[in-house]
T-cell receptor, first 112, second 112 residues
């Protein structure tokens, strides 16, 4: 079992650009959540996808959007990047209704 | 709303026990979690406890939950240098049951 995999591991983008991050959930999991972890802070919930729909959203602007594919993998898109978007972006996978959530290694995004 | 607080730092001697404390405000939390994060890595699920339990033990880890005081602790017995990391307490939102709310993390340093 490969666990939760995220790509790329590191990314550098310029202000105003757009970025797409990818996540493959753990085998057998159908739910993907995305979190933003700024330096020195705990992860903050962005949104969760289940059955290809956004099920819940945290306090993030519409510049943050996502998608879930029929194979349960997911993408996080961020438009019009700001310097403050620099963070570690974490994907968590779970089985709907289950208590455990497993995280990937994250994508480190740097906006310059 | 939910709010999770942790002390920021803990220094412990190798072989001693570590106790990491956490308080939360959401009385409807269903599950409470402990995650470990090593430098440059994602989050590793250590253990979790259902809100109607008082204690859970898993090898060197003991979780204590005082629901009345909304206090959660993680005890690591026989602390090793490999236990040096940031430990995050998280609660599952009782109102939505989807997202996790994290504390800012406790940096544990194990000294020889």
């Amino acid at each position: 079992d490969a666990g939760v995999t995220q790509s790329p591991t590191h990314l550098i983008k310029t202000r105003g650009q757009q970025v797409t991050l990818r996540c493959s959930p753990k085998s057998g999991h159908d739910t993907v959540s995305w979190y933003q972890q700024a330096l020195g802070q705990g992860p903050q919930f962005i949104f969760q996808y289940y059955e290809e729909e956004e099920r819940q959203r945290g306090n993030f602007p519409d510049r943050f959007s996502g998608h879930q594919f029929p194979n349960y993998s997911s993408e996080l898109n961020v438009n019009a990047l700001l310097l403050g978007d620099s963070a570690l972006y974490l994907c968590a996978s779970s089985l709907s209704g289950a208590s455990e959530a497993f995280f990937g290694q994250g994508t480190r995004l740097t906006v310059v | 709303g939910e709010d999770v607080e942790q002390s920021l730092f803990l220094s412990v001697r190798e072989g001693d026990s570590s106790v990491i404390n956490c308080t939360y405000t959401d009385s409807s939390s269903t599950y409470l979690y402990w995650y470990k994060q090593e430098p440059g890595a994602g989050l590793q699920l250590l253990t979790y406890i259902f809100s109607n339990m008082d204690m859970k033990q898993d090898q060197r880890l003991t979780v204590l939950l005082n629901k009345k005081d909304k206090h959660l602790s993680l005890r690591i017995a026989d602390t090793q240098t490999g236990d040096s990391a940031i430990y995050f307490c998280a609660e599952k939102d009782g109102s939505s049951d989807y997202k996790l709310s994290f504390g800012a993390g406790t940096t544990v340093t194990v000294r020889a």
